[in-house]
């Protein structure tokens, strides 16, 4: 089982720095309506305090570069992709 760090810093009322083992993200809003951009993309989150429930979607996927590797672990080349990193972003 691995460890996990979580951190949540208040910049100033209604902003949020959050901190963990990944990249770091913002949150913009109020307790129950937020706006969050980081590393994967920006999304909206609703929810009403208290209760446990809580609605999240994605409003922007960001660009991913891409690499090839060779058969023997070298790079051969690297690009920008035209369309969202699937591992995060699945459209309809």
């Known amino acids: 089982m691995g460890f996990r760090f979580r951190k949540t810093i208040n910049i100033i009322p209604g902003v949020r720095l ?12 109020p307790r129950g309506a937020s706006v969050s951009i980081g590393s994967r993309g920006t999304y909206a989150n609703l929810g009403l305090p ?3 429930l809580s609605y999240r979607t994605r409003l922007y ?3 991913r570069t891409t690499r090839s590797f060779s058969a ?4 051969t080349g690297s690009g ?7 591992q995060y972003c699945q459209y309809p």
């Open 18 to 29: 959050n901190l963990s083992n990944g990249a770091p993200s913002l949150s913009i809003g």
């Open 50 to 52: 208290g209760t446990g």
């Open 61 to 63: 996927c960001p660009q």
């Open 72 to 75: 023997a672990g070298a790079r």
């Open 80 to 86: 920008r992709t035209d369309v969202c990193c699937e």
